[in-house]
């Protein structure tokens, strides 16, 4: 059982058939179907099983699986540390949609200027999302939010905190300031799906005033939340550095949620899985912290939370607690 083989393995599984996985790796579909077939004589048991045109991992594939990310996660590792400590080889970084958006372009600019042997991959989902995904050894680390329950499983993994984020609450142009969720008069809260921790947040300030929205309108993006909150759809909550970055929020009104909206980004790998390659990264996300004035509470230096008039022609609610 050979590392390329379990690579094979691994990439018919993330893209969902061979002729996907035959594209991803630059290989001839009939080499893909042949070591697939070699894997499976040599472990004594077939891995996958057909169900019309899809290929289903067999229960001895869906054993397999998590050792073989394993396995090439550890290679991985092995061939960084030959590298006398030189970022290089593969990262997998797994981000939240609004520090990819407010955070880390000018960071992944710089990272590929000074590390031209590392070969960055970028993904996004929610901070659960991508737990999950770092748990499995699909990412080799994330940028989240601090899960609603403290930081997580530290058995599991390690982290540090990077950027310290001001969540407020958006709501159309004109609306009356919000002190409390008895003040929110739309009954529809717009936001991502679960798994995401700052609709984890607004939904506990919600409950700890004995109310619940009606409805939640789920969105895949943070475009679609402001442009459906300026429409009157609903009310929502983002980051304000994601508002920096908005070509548009003149027709919404931006709430304080006081020390309630200040949230740590974390950046969060795997408990013994730290290579040069995620070490410049974490270099390079706290030196930009520091540079910006957004650096976490936890490290030490206090966080410039931003002022009233940092989204433009927005209006902001004076005075506003959570």
């Known amino acids: 059982m050979d590392l390329a083989a379990l690579a094979i393995f691994r990439a018919v599984v993330r893209e969902n058939g061979v002729t996907r996985a035959a594209a991803k790796l630059n290989r001839v579909q009939s080499n893909v179907t042949t070591r697939i077939k070699q894997l499976e004589e040599q472990l004594g048991t077939p891995l996958f099983t057909r ?60 990272y590929h200027q000074a590390w031209p042997d590392v070969t960055l991959e970028l993904e996004t989902g929610t901070t659960g999302e991508l737990l999950e995904r770092l748990r499995e050894f699909e990412v080799d680390a994330a940028l989240v939010a601090t899960p609603i329950g403290g930081p997580p499983d530290a058995a599991t993994f390690e982290h540090v905190p990077v950027y310290r984020e001001e969540l407020v609450m958006l709501t159309p142009r004109g609306h009356r300031p ?14 991502f799906e679960r798994g995401c921790a700052y609709r984890s947040y607004v939904e506990r300030w919600y409950l700890e005033h004995g109310i619940r929205p009606t409805r939640v309108m789920e969105l895949g993006s943070y475009h679609a939340i402001v442009a459906c909150v300026a429409a009157g759809a609903g009310v929502a909550v ?22 309630h909206g200040r949230i740590d980004t974390l950046l969060v790998w795997r408990r013994g899985h730290f290579s040069p390659a995620l070490g410049a990264l974490r270099d390079a996300l706290l030196e930009h912290a520091q540079r910006i004035g957004h650096t976490a509470a936890a490290s030490g230096t206090t966080s410039n939370t931003g002022s009233a008039g940092s989204t433009g022609s927005a209006a902001e609610s004076s005075g506003a607690q959570a």
């Not at 045109?53 to 960084?80: F, I, K, M, Q, S």
């Not at 981000?95 to 990819?100: F, G, H, P």
């Not at 919000?178 to 936001?191: E, F, K, M, N, W």
């Open 178 to 191: 919000i002190r409390q969720p008895g003040d929110v008069a739309l009954s529809t809260l717009v936001a």
């Open 238 to 259: 983002a980051p304000r550095s994601v508002l920096d970055v908005q070509r548009s929020v003149e027709d919404i009104a931006i709430h304080s949620l006081g020390a």
């Open 51 to 110: 169900d019309g045109r899809r290929l289903v991992l067999t229960p001895a594939g869906e054993t397999l699986l998590p050792y073989a990310e394993r396995l090439l996660a550890l290679a991985d590792e092995a061939r960084h540390a030959l590298k006398a400590g030189r970022p290089a080889g593969r990262l997998r970084l797994g981000t939240m949609e609004s520090a990819a958006a407010s955070r880390l372009p000018g960071v992944l600019a710089h």
